[in-house]
């Protein structure tokens, strides 16, 4: 199987289609430079099963685990992370030397960051009309609205894990009640839903390629991420680790991804931090 072009044309799909196109690991592999995938039909986690495989000491790298349906996936600081079956979940397996990982037990906002850029440019060249924009720290919106969600980690072995999910397919109306006006999905935006193949083989270059760049020069990704930016110029309040509460102008980030903050205290640059309050975080569905 070839992958589509990014402009051929594509089927029409219901606002509410939450079905799966199949997936063909081999034309994955071949369109996205990747030494292996995985295609599962349903997972707990793709993240833990590529915690898992990035484990093995003699396993192919890179390499994505992808899945269908995810019983219970999960985002940054415990939340859960919901998006109809059908939608992009991968979990993407690179070396830390590929991302420029000198501090291989530490995660920088950068990695997250050149993930959310080459995912909403991406997604601007596959679709143009969602106007996708990045949220620092992890976060695409379109409308105001989450389009997708990025989740990165390190792993034993000096491994890190890039996971990556973009709801391609069904609604936010079937989303639970808390999230729905949080939520949004592309055929809500567009009225169809995107081939996951036509998303892998477009954003897995681009986010390889714009690691590689930003490793050698950060400014590369500052001037990519400015364009992009959902926050700058909007007054934000960032819940930080120890329970406080920042609030200021957005300045963009600066050169270690860290967000820059106009506060009456003066300009504060967080490297960590949340832009949800801890008290609107969704868990997950109940057991």
């Given at each position: 199987m070839?992958?589509?072009?990014?402009?051929?044309?594509?089927?029409?799909?219901?606002?509410g289609?939450?079905?799966?196109?199949?997936?063909?690991r081999?034309?994955v592999?071949r369109?996205?430079?990747?030494?292996?995938?995985e295609?599962?039909a349903?997972?707990t986690?793709?993240?833990?099963?590529?915690r898992?495989?990035?484990?093995?000491?003699g396993?192919g790298?890179?390499?994505?685990?992808?899945?269908?349906?995810?019983?219970a996936?999960r985002?940054?600081r415990?939340?859960g992370?919901?998006q109809?079956?059908g939608s992009?979940a991968?979990?993407l397996?690179v070396?830390?030397a590929?991302?420029?990982?000198?501090?291989?037990a530490r995660v920088t906002?950068l990695w997250s960051l050149a993930?959310?850029?080459a995912?909403?440019?991406s997604l601007?060249l596959l679709?143009?009309s969602v106007?996708?924009?990045?949220?620092?720290?992890?976060?695409?919106?379109?409308g105001?609205r989450k389009l997708a969600?990025i989740?990165?980690?390190?792993?034993?072995g000096?491994?890190?894990i890039f996971g990556?999910?973009?709801?391609t397919?069904?609604?936010a109306?079937?989303?639970?009640?808390?999230l729905?006006g949080?939520v949004?999905?592309l055929?809500?935006?567009t009225g169809?839903?995107l081939p996951r193949?036509?998303?892998l083989?477009?954003?897995v270059?681009?986010?390889?390629s714009l690691?590689g760049?930003?490793?050698?020069?950060?400014?590369v990704?500052?001037e990519?991420?400015?364009p992009?930016?959902?926050?700058?110029g909007t007054?934000?309040?960032?819940h930080?680790?120890?329970?406080?509460?920042?609030?200021?102008?957005?300045?963009?980030i600066?050169?270690?991804g860290?967000?820059v903050?106009?506060?009456?205290?003066g300009m504060?640059?967080l490297?960590?931090?949340s832009?949800t309050?801890?008290a609107?975080?969704?868990r997950g569905a109940p057991?």
């Amino acid at each position: 199987m070839s992958l589509p072009r990014p402009d051929a044309p594509r089927p029409r799909a219901a606002a509410g289609d939450a079905a799966a196109e199949p997936l063909d690991r081999g034309a994955v592999e071949r369109a996205t430079g990747l030494a292996s995938v995985e295609v599962l039909a349903e997972v707990t986690s793709t993240m833990e099963r590529a915690r898992s495989l990035a484990a093995e000491p003699g396993v192919g790298l890179p390499l994505a685990v992808l899945a269908d349906r995810q019983t219970a996936g999960r985002g940054r600081r415990g939340a859960g992370w919901w998006q109809a079956p059908g939608s992009l979940a991968m979990s993407l397996v690179v070396d830390a030397a590929r991302v420029g990982g000198v501090d291989r037990a530490r995660v920088t906002p950068l990695w997250s960051l050149a993930c959310g850029v080459a995912l909403a440019e991406s997604l601007a060249l596959l679709e143009p009309s969602v106007g996708a924009r990045v949220r620092w720290p992890n976060d695409v919106v379109a409308g105001g609205r989450k389009l997708a969600g990025i989740l990165v980690e390190t792993a034993p072995g000096g491994r890190v894990i890039f996971g990556v999910g973009v709801n391609t397919t069904g609604s936010a109306a079937d989303a639970p009640e808390s999230l729905r006006g949080r939520v949004g999905t592309l055929p809500d935006i567009t009225g169809r839903s995107l081939p996951r193949a036509q998303v892998l083989g477009v954003f897995v270059p681009r986010l390889f390629s714009l690691i590689g760049e930003t490793s050698r020069d950060p400014g590369v990704l500052l001037e990519r991420y400015r364009p992009l930016c959902s926050l700058v110029g909007t007054v934000v309040t960032v819940h930080r680790d120890d329970g406080h509460r920042l609030v200021g102008v957005c300045h963009g980030i600066d050169a270690d991804g860290a967000l820059v903050l106009d506060t009456a205290a003066g300009m504060v640059h967080l490297v960590s931090g949340s832009l949800t309050d801890p008290a609107d975080v969704w868990r997950g569905a109940p057991a």
